[in-house]
Nanobody
Framework: VQLQASGGGLVQAGDSLRLSCVVS????????MGWFRQAPGKEREFVAG????????TYADSVKGRFTISRDNAKNTVYLQMNTLKPEDMAIYSC?????????????????????????WGQGTLVTVSS
């Protein structure tokens, strides 16, 4: 299984970016996809998560109302639309996949905000926000 993240770049505060994460190498009908970020000198933190089948979403408080996670099942792609970017959003953003979860998934569980919940990771894409 491979996850390929893209879409990062240099923007000004207040601008928008859309990140994409393409999943390949395996077919699946049930999964939880997550976006995490890590800024220099800081620990990795959860940004957003979505269930592959039902599209239920959850967000970190710091991005709620500004970021939107979505998925396109036909394209095996998860997106992170980031609006009103702030300098503190600057980080390497990585997508992750938990392909083992099945059945009724409560993506709001604290479990899915931990990197340990995810089996596969993309390489990350850098988002730089200038003030």
């Amino acid at each position: 299984v491979q996850l390929q993240a893209s879409g990062g770049g240099l923007v000004q505060a207040g601008d928008s970016l859309r990140l994409s994460c393409v999943v390949s190498g395996r077919t699946f009908s049930s999964a939880v996809m997550g976006w995490f970020r890590q800024a220099p000198g800081k620990e990795r933190e959860f940004v957003a998560g979505i269930t592959w089948s039902g599209g239920s979403t959850t967000y970190a408080d710091s991005v709620k109302g500004r970021f939107t996670i979505s998925r396109d099942n036909a394209k095996n792609t998860v997106y992170l639309q980031m609006n009103t970017l702030k300098p503190e959003d600057m980080a390497i953003y990585s997508c992750a996949a938990d392909l083992g979860s099945t059945g009724s998934i409560d993506v709001g569980r604290r479990y899915y905000r931990s990197g340990a919940a995810y089996d596969y990771w993309g390489q990350g894409t850098l988002v730089t926000v200038s003030s």
